[in-house]
C-alpha cells in the first residue's frame, strides 16, 4: 500500500523559510512524478510544484523564486524549500502522486506565516 507521509510545517514569521518532506513507502520511487499541493482555508487546493521523473521541476506563478522541490530517490522522499515566505503562502500543504493510475494523497502538514 503506497503512503505518503508530510512533515516540516510549522509557524514561521514572514520573510522565513521552512522545508517541507515527503516520505513515500511501497513504490519504485524514482519512476513517479511528485507533486506538492496547498490549501488555504476558505480556498481550492492548488498545485504550487512538481517534479518529473527525471528531474524536471515546475512552479506556481506564486511560488516561482522563492520555493524549490528536490528529491531524493535513495530516501523515497521529495521536498519543498520554501524561502522568504509570506502570509499568503499559509495553507495546509499536501504531497500527490498518481501511481498505477491511483491517486495518492499525504496527510498535509500546516504552514503558518504570521508575525
Known amino acids: 500500500q503506497v503512503q505518503l507521509v508530510e512533515s516540516g510545517g510549522d509557524l514561521v514569521q514572514p520573510g522565513g523559510s521552512l522545508r517541507l518532506s515527503c516520505v513515500a513507502s511501497?513504490?519504485?520511487?524514482?519512476?513517479?512524478?511528485m507533486y506538492w499541493y496547498r490549501q488555504a482555508p476558505g480556498k481550492q487546493r492548488e498545485l504550487v510544484a512538481w517534479?518529473?521523473?527525471?528531474?524536471?521541476?515546475n512552479y506556481a506563478d506564486s511560488v516561482k523564486g522563492r520555493f524549490t522541490i528536490f528529491r531524493d530517490t535513495d530516501e523515497k522522499t521529495v521536498y519543498l524549500q520554501m524561502n522568504s515566505l509570506k502570509p499568503e503562502d499559509t495553507a495546509v500543504y499536501y504531497c500527490?502522486?498518481?501511481?498505477?493510475?491511483?491517486?495518492?494523497w499525504g496527510q498535509g502538514t500546516q504552514v503558518t506565516v504570521s508575525s
Open positions: 500527490y502522486a498518481i501511481i498505477n493510475d491511483f491517486h495518492h
Open positions: 511501497m513504490i519504485t520511487f524514482s519512476t513517479y512524478a
Open positions: 517534479i518529473t521523473s527525471g528531474g524536471g521541476t
